[in-house]
């Protein structure tokens, strides 16, 4: 099945600016502290164009509830992180992350939702998720840009591509300490 075509380009056009903003924002972090594995600008640009694709390719399929993926990409590695309802919908997108051209790899970080949840408990959730974010923006000896948040029942999920064990000892600590956080997730990798 397909999306109609103006829902598909709003999509398309939302993942690109969302993702082009993401990317700006972490440049002033980079010049302060040079990364431990470099890419150069091409590198995170074409990162950045697959990790779009990747996100339109998800939207417009059906079966897939793409707004409950994250997707970042690292030299073409793509990391799919989230809470989803099944594990037919992980591998779908597996898959469809997979058609991708220019995907080299894809590593699966999704974590099945455990029950349903009330409207209150994703109100709950949406505060833990924009306090860590903020707590991890103001900590130095963490580059925020580079982590993923998601929130699911007070179960805090971080990924992404950071540059060290230290950034991520750091990003769990900060995440531990937010109030209303049960427990928290490591899907972060070191960069390469």
Known sequence: MRNP?????????????????MTACGKADELATPPVASTTVGTDVDDTLLTTHVKTALADNMEIKSFDFKVETRKGEVML?????????IDRAILV????????????????????????????????????????????????????????????????????????????????GIEGVTSVGNEMSIKK
């Open 97 to 176: 992350a997979q058609g991708v051209p220019g995907v080299k790899s894809v590593s699966n970080k999704v974590s099945l939702k455990q029950g349903a949840t009330t409207i209150g408990t994703k109100i709950d959730d949406s505060i833990i998720t924009a306090k860590l974010k903020a707590a991890l923006m103001a900590d130095d000896g963490v580059k925020s840009a580079d982590i993923a948040t998601v929130t699911r029942d007070g179960h805090v999920q971080l990924s992404g591509f950071v540059n060290s064990q230290t950034q991520i000892d750091k990003a769990l600590q900060v995440a531990r």
């Open 5 to 21: 075509l103006g829902l598909r380009i709003l999509t398309t056009t939302l993942a690109g600016v969302m993702t082009i903003s």
């Open 81 to 89: 992180s989230g809470f989803v309802d099944s594990q037919t919908q």
